[in-house]
């Protein structure tokens, strides 16, 4: 199983797919702001997320940058789940572009 880069406006479509958001920034990032409906994903919570997420729903991984979220996008499609995507330019595009669709809190 691979995993695909997508750029900020890609993520839309997957979005409305019902795709689940993962952000593995820092927790205080994450909860300063996150995409709309994004969950943090931590290794504490990681393989809960893995027994608990039907694995055909697609999955979009966030980072900072779009560095790291490869490297996560790369696990969860290893651990078998058939649509994972990292998200070119991170939460800091996103949160340029469509500032709109961010949210604080956990």
Known sequence: MTYTCIDITDALPIIENNAAIVDIRDLVSFQNSHMTNAISLTNDNVQNFIDNTEKNQ???V??????SSKGAAEYLASQGFKEVCS???GFSQ???MFPDQCETGN
Do not use: M, R, V
């Open 62 to 67: 966030c980072c900072y940058h779009g560095n």
């Open 58 to 60: 697609p999955i979009i």
């Open 94 to 96: 996103w949160s340029a």
């Open 87 to 89: 998200l070119n330019g």
